[in-house]
């Protein structure tokens, strides 16, 4: 069939359980949250180490975008590289840190739209992104790890959820 005029201007509808679950997100990634949770209850300048694949920045979407990557397909990779990242975070919390609650708040959200995302085929997805969704999942890539601050992580996840949820679920930016 012909690509209907959304898919033309490359805001493939968002299902409304994403954007309310992002919604729910963005209200949990605020700035104030962000920077007790994660800054603030760490020690100075402590990071954690991720794969070079799991950094996923605004700059990032806009030149895969610009590889004409599907917006679904890029919401299903922000979902993958954004639990990822908090996988991250909380394998270095002992359950009585502060931030242990919160970030467990945050992982059943993300579990919530793994459910949304369930519904995804690997095929469904550019092989671009496939190739990116299986590097993140597979332990051989440690090699080409970096060294990001907590605080960064759930920064690009919510400037990339931004970009990516914003116009079709009408996130306002508070």
Same mark, same amino acid.
């Given at each position: 069939?012909?690509?209907g005029v959304l898919?033309?201007?490359?805001l493939?509808?968002?299902?409304?359980?994403?954007?309310?679950?992002?919604r729910?997100?963005?209200?949990?990634?605020?700035?104030?949250?962000?920077?007790?949770?994660?800054k603030? &209850?760490?020690?100075? /300048?402590?990071?954690?180490? $991720?794969?070079?694949?799991?950094? @996923?920045?605004? !700059?990032?979407?806009?030149?895969?975008?610009?590889?004409?990557v599907?917006?679904?397909?890029?919401?299903?990779?922000?979902?993958?590289?954004?639990?990822?990242?908090?996988?991250?975070?909380?394998?270095?919390?002992?359950?009585?840190?502060?931030?242990?609650?919160?970030?467990?708040?945050?992982?059943q959200?993300?579990?919530?739209?793994?459910?949304?995302?369930?519904k &995804?085929?690997?095929? /469904?997805?550019e092989a671009v $992104?496939?190739?990116?969704?299986? @590097?993140?999942? !597979?332990?051989?890539?440690?090699g080409?790890?970096?060294?990001?601050?907590?605080?960064?992580?759930?920064?690009?996840?919510?400037?990339?959820?931004?970009?990516?949820?914003g116009?079709?679920?009408?996130?306002?930016?508070g």
């Amino acid at each position: 069939g012909c690509p209907g005029v959304l898919a033309v201007l490359g805001l493939e509808a968002a299902a409304p359980g994403e954007c309310e679950l992002t919604r729910l997100l963005q209200d949990k990634l605020q700035y104030e949250m962000r920077l007790q949770y994660m800054k603030h &209850y760490f020690p100075i /300048d402590y990071t954690v180490r $991720v794969q070079y694949e799991e950094v @996923l920045r605004p !700059s990032n979407i806009t030149r895969l975008r610009n590889g004409t990557v599907s917006e679904a397909a890029l919401r299903y990779l922000w979902f993958h590289v954004s639990s990822q990242a908090l996988l991250r975070i909380r394998e270095v919390l002992p359950e009585k840190h502060p931030s242990w609650k919160y970030t467990q708040e945050l992982c059943q959200l993300f579990d919530a739209l793994g459910e949304e995302y369930s519904k &995804y085929r690997q095929t /469904d997805v550019e092989a671009v $992104v496939a190739d990116l969704v299986k @590097l993140i999942h !597979s332990a051989g890539a440690e090699g080409r790890s970096k060294a990001v601050r907590p605080k960064a992580l759930l920064d690009n996840c919510l400037k990339v959820m931004r970009m990516l949820y914003g116009v079709p679920c009408e996130l306002g930016f508070g």
